[in-house]
T-cell receptor, first 115, second 113 residues
Framework: AQSVTQLDSQVPVFEEAPVELRCNYSSSVSVYLFWYVQYPNQGLQLLLKYLSGSTLVKGINGFEAEFNKSQTSFHLRKPSVHISDTAEYFCAVSPFSGSARQLTFGSGTQLTVLP | DTAVSQTPKYLVTQMGNDKSIKCEQNLGHDTMYWYKQDSKKFLKIMFSYNNKELIINETVPNRFSPKSPDKAHLNLHINSLELGDSAVYFC????????????FGDGTRLSIL
């Protein structure tokens, strides 16, 4: 079984400041890692994913995340945020193998960008 | 073109009623999902179908019954609605499982009076 912990439920930050949203996971098997974003009254959209290879992955809208296997973390970063980045962000994992490889989501982090 | 579409977008009904939510995807994916998002934004998988076959059936009341008439459709029927069923229900699809990203619909906001 897998579990995902997003350490901050709310992150307020001023426009053009950098931001880091933290994600830690626990799993007895190897997993793929994802970040999804949910804008108000919309479904989730994929921001980026880590499958293998380079531990630094770049996604859409200027976001990037770094996989750290020893710390079982996959933190999301953006060097300069915009008002339009205000949304709920979800970290998720999916096991490499198994007959039913579903996504397990964290509880979400509300990012609020202030003018 | 909407990739994953759900209808209705809003559903307000009384306790004890039966209701259905429909989902269609035009991405050619072979796997579809239903998720429940509660008032605290927590997302939990309910069901998953792969090529019309049920592959994930989490612990949900048997009042919830998914139906997949073909690979492009996955509907959710709920009998005897209860107050605790109030939530946002999301449909999603992917090509296979595991590393393939899931594409989500915009959700159906179910409110039980």
């Amino acid at each position: 079984a897998q579990s995902v912990t997003q350490l901050d439920s709310q992150v307020p930050v001023f426009e053009e400041a950098p931001v880091e949203l933290r994600c830690n996971y626990s799993s007895s098997v190897s997993v793929y890692l994802f970040w999804y974003v949910q804008y108000p009254n919309q479904g989730l959209q994929l921001l980026l994913k880590y499958l293998s290879g380079s531990t630094l992955v770049k996604g859409i809208n200027g976001f990037e995340a770094e996989f750290n296997k020893s710390q079982t973390s996959f933190h999301l970063r953006k060097p300069s945020v915009h008002i339009s980045d205000t949304a709920e962000y979800f970290c998720a994992v999916s096991p490499f193998s198994g007959s039913a490889r579903q996504l397990t989501f964290g509880s979400g982090t509300q990012l609020t960008v202030l003018p | 073109d909407t990739a994953v579409s759900q209808t209705p977008k809003y559903l307000v009904t009384q306790m004890g009623n039966d209701k259905s939510i429909k989902c269609e995807q035009n991405l050619g994916h072979d796997t579809m999902y239903w998720y429940k998002q509660d008032s605290k934004k927590f997302l939990k998988i309910m069901f998953s179908y792969n090529n019309k076959e049920l592959i994930i059936n989490e612990t949900v009341p048997n009042r919830f019954s998914p139906k997949s008439p073909d690979k492009a459709h996955l509907n959710l029927h709920i009998n005897s609605l209860e107050l605790g069923d109030s939530a946002v229900y999301f449909c999603a699809s992917s090509q296979g499982q595991g590393y393939q990203p899931q594409h989500f619909g915009d959700g159906t906001r179910l409110s039980i009076l």
